[in-house]
């Protein structure tokens, strides 16, 4: 149980390209999930937590036009990198927190690795 | 003061041997812990959790959880080559629905 996909894994575009990456929560249904993005040797780093049917909530710095998130439903977020540029190129994880657990435990997806060229 | 603080490593163990990672914590209303195993290249995998003092044992792992001293450790018997991993320890305070992480400990198993 408790298995989050993303789709694409994968994903080469060109400068000033969107790209929109799906994050689903396959066998639970997740009142919270959260897009961190990574940096190759360096930590996780939150980027927004969004919550179904409201807006999403993003980390300091990050920039709400630039990476739109829309949590559609209890099983699907979606991830928007608008006019995406070179230095967007990063490791996108979300993960999912299930709404029937007591303790915020987040599973994670397997990532989509962005590369703009 | 860094929330959740870990040794980065690398920490080197013999295969067959014990890991031990460690963690500690500031916020003394944290209420939830987690370890996660990340391969290089891959996401966060969640491989134990723990509420209560005390010790939680699952499979090889035993996750150990002391609130007083606001440390929480995670012990690997037997080690392998394919516990080879960043291993990332997380907290989550009452009231916040995020996971504090610390900077994980790059773990490395020697045949």
């Known amino acids: 149980g408790a298995v989050v996909s993303q789709h694409p894994s994968r994903v080469i575009c060109k400068s000033g390209t969107s790209v929109k990456i799906e994050c689903r929560s396959l066998?639970?249904?997740?009142?919270?999930m959260f897009w961190y993005r990574q940096f190759p040797k360096k930590s996780l780093m939150l980027m927004a937590t969004?919550?179904?049917?409201?807006?999403?909530?993003?980390e300091q710095g990050v920039e709400k036009d630039k990476f739109l998130i829309n949590h559609a439903s209890l099983t699907l977020s979606t991830l928007t990198v608008t006019s995406a540029h070179p230095e967007d190129s990063s490791f996108y994880i979300c993960?999912?927190?299930?709404?029937?657990?007591?303790?915020?435990?987040?599973?994670f997806g397997p990532g989509t690795r962005l590369t703009v060229l | 003061q860094k929330e959740v603080e870990q040794n980065s490593g690398p920490l080197s163990v013999p295969e067959g041997a014990i890991a031990s990672l460690n963690c500690t914590y500031s916020?003394?209303?944290?209420?939830?812990f987690f370890w996660y195993r990340q391969y290089s290249g891959k996401s966060p995998e969640l491989i134990m959790s723990?509420?209560?003092?005390g010790d939680k044992e699952d499979g090889r792992f035993t996750a150990q959880l002391n609130k007083a001293s606001q440390y929480v450790s995670l012990l690997i018997r037997d080690s392998q080559p394919s516990d080879s991993a960043t291993y990332l320890c997380?907290?989550?305070?009452?009231?916040?629905?995020?996971?504090?992480f610390g900077t994980g400990t790059r773990l490395t198993i020697i045949p």
């Open positions: 066998d639970f249904q997740a009142t919270t």
């Open positions: 993960s999912a927190t299930p709404a029937s657990g007591p303790y915020n435990e987040q599973f």
């Open positions: 723990i509420y209560s003092n």
């Open positions: 997380a907290v989550n305070n009452f009231g916040n629905e995020k996971l504090t």
């Open positions: 916020d003394r209303v944290s209420q939830s």
């Open positions: 969004s919550n179904e049917g409201s807006k999403a909530t993003y």
